[in-house]
């Protein structure tokens, strides 16, 4: 019930705007209830709920008011960087050096560990029943059945990626030296020697930034 609220709330604020040719913004802050100022990552689910991924928390949005997790109750830190829902609607909340899952159930954590215990990720991807950590140095890291492995690129600037997309049966991953291609355990750069920003694709294109 809830997404469809929102849904009608956004389609009549869109219809007056294009009646108008006016267009109407809502500033949402701390004040309002938001974890903090400084967004990381913003993310719909399934349910119609906003999560908002800060630099001093998490927060959910239910289209009147916020709901923040931060260390004092269910983050392992304050520092969540990105936010990804599964095809099992669990939502992955990235912080540093960890991951939180939140489900119909409730939240649990995935530390990554202490080799990984200072990574900060840029993007979350689903492929092939594993997910997928955008990492800033350490290349992509593995989850699957709650074991995580690494694949390392060999290079600095490949291991810092800043994007992931799952298009067409293929991983696309935006690095700081190259947009790369990850199918069946092989990788192929796509377009080399470029930074890579953000990945986007829809049914029948990949849109790199």
Known sequence: MLKYTLSAILLLLVSTGLKSQRHYFVSFSVKEGLAQSQ??????TSDGYLWIATAGGLSRFDGHEF??????NGLPNNLATSLFETSSNELWAACKGSIVIFSDIGSRELPLGPRFSEVVSNDIAEYNGAIYLASNGKGLLRFQNDTIDQ????????????A???????LYIGTKNGLLAYRNNRVDTIIPNISVSSV???????WVT
Do not use: E, P
């Open 67 to 72: 709901k923040t997790y931060n260390k004092s």
């Open 164 to 170: 992931l997309s799952n298009h067409q049966n293929q």
């Open 39 to 44: 967004v990381r990552a913003v993310k719909q």
């Open 151 to 162: 694949i390392d690129f060999g290079n600095d600037d490949m291991n810092f990626i800043r």
């Open 200 to 206: 986007f694709s829809n049914v029948s294109d990949v």
